[in-house]
């Protein structure tokens, strides 16, 4: 199997892709002095396509979903450190949401940008379910409900702690999802080592693409909790087998429109 395809006319065996492939792979052929994997290690090659990605003249192509490949530089030129600074600050956590469904295009889109996250060794093992239909996720916030009046009823700290929340739902208030049309889960397998730090990450790329897409995201801390033990949630989510949620999280356009970047504390640094 040819892992990486070199265009020798391109190529100036400058050698940077030897020295940035992670696993040392990549070696130089002696002869024709042009890069090439090892092919005794090559089928433990983590596609991470670093040898393509910093390749100066474009010589070196990953041998790997060859229809995605684009001959365009990225560049970075026109974001300043002062436009994505502020793009950035301006996150906030939407518990108003208008009643309007975003587009299943548009989180498509989303969750287009989001499988580029980084993860452990490459490996990508989050997958999706979107929770599209709004009575769907208030079933799943009266599910998570449950599980803290049972919590409750059998005198555990945590049940005491979030009775608010029942309270407020016997009201007819959602703290749980806020009354979000839609929710976004992530799920790993099972036993994962890193699936867990990969689930966060690449939600966080949702929760940090959302905005320009006019989307408001509120992180689900409380479902999340009751998913992992609570098996009548769990039936309703229908997680594949041997797979356990990540993280969750609440989406929908604003009901109302943010204006100004509140203060937030220092930031605390020691230099070693």
């Not at 950035?88 to 580029?116: D, P």
């Not at 803290?148 to 959602?174: C, F, M, Q």
């Not at 749980?176 to 966060?200: F, K, M, Q, R």
């Not at 604003?254 to 070693?272: A, D, E, G, L």
């Amino acid at each position: 199997m040819t892992y990486i395809i070199v265009d020798q006319d391109r190529c100036t065996q400058c050698g940077i892709c030897t020295t940035v492939c992670p696993l040392g792979f990549m070696s130089e052929d002696e002869e024709a002095r042009l890069p090439q994997a090892l092919e005794k290690v090559a089928p433990f090659c983590l596609k991470c396509g670093h040898c393509e990605a910093f390749c100066p003249t474009g010589a070196l192509t990953l041998n790997f979903a060859l229809e995605e490949k684009s001959d365009n530089d990225v560049s970075l030129n026109d974001i300043s450190s002062d436009l994505l600074g502020t793009y950035l600050k301006s996150r906030r956590s939407i518990r108003c949401f208008a009643s309007q469904k975003v587009e299943k295009e548009k989180i498509e889109q989303m969750l287009e940008i989001t499988r580029y996250a980084a993860s452990g060794c490459n490996t990508q093992p989050v997958e999706w379910i979107v929770v599209y239909d709004e009575q769907e996720t208030h079933k799943l916030a009266g599910l998570t409900i449950d599980w803290i009046r049972h919590l409750y009823e059998n005198k555990e700290p945590l049940g005491t702690a979030l009775y608010s929340l029942v309270t407020a739902w016997d009201r007819g208030i959602d703290a749980v999802c806020c009354n979000a049309p839609h929710l976004l889960v992530a799920h790993i397998p099972e036993n994962h080592g890193s699936g867990a730090t990969d689930g966060i990450v690449a939600l966080t790329h949702f929760d940090i693409a959302a905005p320009a897409f006019e989307i408001g995201t509120c992180w689900a801390g409380f479902l999340t909790e009751a998913a992992k033990s609570w098996k009548p949630l769990q039936k309703e989510l229908a997680l594949p087998q041997r797979r356990v949620i990540s993280y969750a999280m609440m989406f929908g356009y604003p009901q109302f429109k943010s204006y100004r970047t509140p203060r937030r504390n220092p930031v605390k640094i020691k230099w070693i």
